[in-house]
């Protein structure tokens, strides 16, 4: 089922999602859901206060390949990268964020198993990106320069 993604200015988007405790039909439908909306969206990666769930879930597209991770958390983090990234829930605008170049993360699949998971270069920064909706942060609040409209870069 494609969902609605919410858009800068709603308040889900700016409070701290709630740990996952349970891996249930709910949450598996809700990834299933997440993915489907993220595909038709054009998306990399989205996390679930963008669909109006407070829960410490992000989906992100690795080579065509959909993953879930349940309760992320960057561990470490090495190198720096400036580069310009959009959102779906800031629809038109694509700011210079300063990112990790490579992360260190754990987060649980949807059998409950907690792994770790090394990532460098887009796969670092979607993480890192979709890893900040999960605790209230936007872009917009990350930006170290004026947004742009993407045609202008």
């Not at 889900?12 to 949450?27: N, P, Q, T």
């Not at 669909?51 to 989906?59: K, Q």
């Not at 700011?95 to 490579?102: G, H, Q, T």
């Amino acid at each position: 089922m494609i969902m609605e993604i919410r858009k800068i200015g709603d308040p889900i988007l700016k409070i701290k999602a709630k740990k996952v405790e349970k891996i249930d039909e709910k949450v598996k439908n809700l990834v299933r859901d997440m993915i489907e909306t993220m595909k038709f969206s054009n998306g990399v990666g989205l996390a679930a206060p963008q669909v109006g769930e407070s829960l410490r879930i992000i989906v992100v597209d690795y080579e065509e390949n959909p993953i879930a991770f349940i309760n992320p958390e960057i561990l470490e983090m090495d190198g720096e990268v400036l580069d310009y990234e959009g959102c779906l829930s800031v629809p038109g605008v694509e700011v210079p964020i300063k990112r990790a170049e490579r992360i260190i993360f754990k987060a649980q699949d949807l059998q409950g198993r907690t792994k770790r998971y090394k990532a460098k270069g887009l796969l670092a920064r979607v993480i890192q990106h979709e890893v900040d909706h999960l605790e209230g942060i936007l872009i917009l609040d990350r930006a170290v320069g004026e947004p742009t409209p993407p045609e202008e870069k």
